[in-house]
């Protein structure tokens, strides 16, 4: 049984940001329309509980997420069919490790693999380098957030965290706004430095900023891409009208917000179900009944189909996002189509 295998830099010269975030759109339709067969990913702690390995399966089913979507008022209108053929059903799985001690070796934190399977057969069809999917799909899924949710004015953003997500982000979102500025911060100087230093080709200025609230105080879009397990924003820097993305801070006992911010905000999730488990800003707030499991407005993909987002330019509006198999499933499906039109990647047997 043969199988195509594509390394990270195999994928990432088959698919662009811009091919993410409208495929972002179709899975993200695609799940909360119940087009896709996706349990809640299964978790095993490992080193203590400092680190993790999760499974990610998924199963899209023929002839989802496609045609035009109509946005909410005020939204742009999001063009929701970026594959060539959508009646082809995708079938894999993600795994994926995260190792915060990994920085310090040298190494990523999140490593992922991505298997893609034949849905009519279930033979193994590809083998895919997940680290890029799961950075770029992540930040994608958050610009369909912000393109259905956030002002249509919005042009000033603030990320705290220097990361891969947080460059992927400000590329993303560079990408569905006429960004004029963007401001930095982690708690390490000189990585926001470097940040704010390496970023002569993005979409708008950058700076350094010197405290996180410097960076939030004003923003229209809040990026909150850390690996910090406590908060790192206060409900007060965020100013009215802001639309804020949590894509940190994904276990249940971890939460990146002021639990206060998300009590304010208008929530929404890429899915319900996982965000009731496994979202601590989501579970603890629950727990200390500062609001209920209704409080999540909606999931994006719903909001995609035409639910209701933003309600008045004052609302905050939340994404809080744990990202989903069926992301990176529909994510490598594309890439594997790609490669196999351009003639990319190795052919190895089993």
Same mark, same amino acid.
């Given at each position: 049984?043969?199988?195509?295998?594509?390394?990270?830099?195999?994928?990432?010269?088959?698919? #662009?940001? @811009?091919?993410?975030?409208?495929?972002?759109?179709?899975?993200?339709? &695609?799940?909360?329309?119940?087009?896709?067969?996706?349990?809640? /990913?299964?978790?095993?702690?490992?080193?203590?509980?400092?680190?993790?390995?999760?499974?990610?399966?998924?199963?899209? !089913?023929?002839? $989802?997420?496609?045609?035009?979507?109509? &946005?909410?008022?005020? &939204?742009?209108?999001?063009?929701?069919?970026?594959?060539?053929?959508?009646? !082809?059903?995708?079938?894999?799985?993600?795994?994926?490790? $995260?190792?915060? =001690?990994?920085?310090?070796?040298?190494?990523?934190?999140?490593?992922?693999?991505?298997?893609?399977?034949?849905?009519?057969?279930?033979?193994?069809?590809?083998?895919? @380098? =997940? /680290?890029?999917? #799961? +950075?770029?799909?992540?930040?994608?899924?958050?610009?369909?957030?912000? !393109?259905?949710?956030?002002?249509?004015?919005?042009?000033?953003?603030?990320?705290?965290?220097?990361?891969?997500?947080?460059?992927?982000?400000? @590329?993303?979102?560079? !990408?569905?706004?006429?960004? *004029?500025?963007?401001?930095?911060?982690?708690?390490?100087? %000189? *990585?926001? @430095? /470097?940040?704010?230093? +390496?970023?002569?080709?993005?979409?708008?200025? $950058?700076?350094?900023? +010197?405290?996180?609230? %410097?960076?939030?105080?004003?923003?229209?879009?809040?990026?909150?891409?850390?690996?910090?397990?406590?908060?790192?924003?206060?409900?007060?820097?965020?100013?009215?009208?802001?639309? $804020?993305?949590?894509?940190?801070?994904?276990?249940?006992?971890? *939460? +990146?917000?002021?639990?206060?911010? #998300?009590?304010? =905000?208008?929530?929404?999730?890429?899915s319900r179900e996982a965000a009731l488990i496994e979202a601590g800003d989501v579970v603890m707030g629950i727990a200390e009944r500062r609001f209920g499991p209704d409080h999540i407005v909606a999931e994006i993909g719903e909001v995609a189909s035409g639910a209701p987002g933003r309600r008045s330019e004052n609302d905050v509006t939340i994404y809080k996002s744990l990202g989903m198999a069926v992301e990176d499933v529909t994510a490598a499906a594309l890439a594997y189509r790609r490669a196999i039109e351009r003639g990319v990647g190795q052919r190895l047997t089993l």
């Open positions: 049984m043969s199988f195509l295998l594509l390394n990270e830099s195999d994928v990432k010269a088959v698919l #662009t940001m @811009d091919d993410l975030i409208e495929t972002m759109t179709s899975a993200l339709i &695609a799940f909360s329309s119940g087009g896709v067969d996706q349990p809640v /990913r299964s978790i095993i702690s490992v080193a203590g509980g400092d680190a993790f390995f999760a499974t990610m399966p998924a199963f899209v !089913r023929v002839g $989802v997420g496609s045609g035009l979507q109509k &946005a909410p008022p005020g &939204a742009q209108d999001v063009q929701t069919a970026p594959d060539p053929n959508p009646s !082809r059903a995708a079938l894999g799985a993600k795994l994926v490790t $995260v190792f915060g =001690g990994n920085t310090a070796k040298g190494l990523p934190s999140h490593l992922a693999s991505i298997l893609l399977m034949d849905p009519e057969t279930g033979a193994l069809v590809a083998l895919l @380098d =997940g /680290r890029y999917i #799961t +950075e770029a799909r992540t930040a994608a899924a958050s610009a369909v957030s912000s !393109r259905l949710l956030a002002r249509t004015t919005a042009s000033s953003l603030a990320i705290i965290g220097t990361g891969v997500q947080a460059r992927s982000h400000l @590329d993303a979102l560079g !990408r569905v706004h006429r960004l *004029r500025q963007a401001t930095v911060w982690s708690p390490n100087k %000189e *990585r926001r @430095d /470097r940040f704010a230093a +390496e970023t002569s080709g993005a979409p708008c200025s $950058v700076k350094a900023a +010197e405290h996180a609230g %410097e960076a939030v105080v004003g923003a229209d879009l809040i990026v909150l891409a850390t690996s910090s397990p406590t908060l790192v924003i206060d409900n007060g820097w965020v100013k009215p009208g802001a639309h $804020v993305m949590a894509v940190g801070a994904c276990r249940p006992n971890q *939460r +990146e917000m002021d639990p206060a911010l #998300t009590a304010r =905000g208008r929530l929404f999730v890429d």
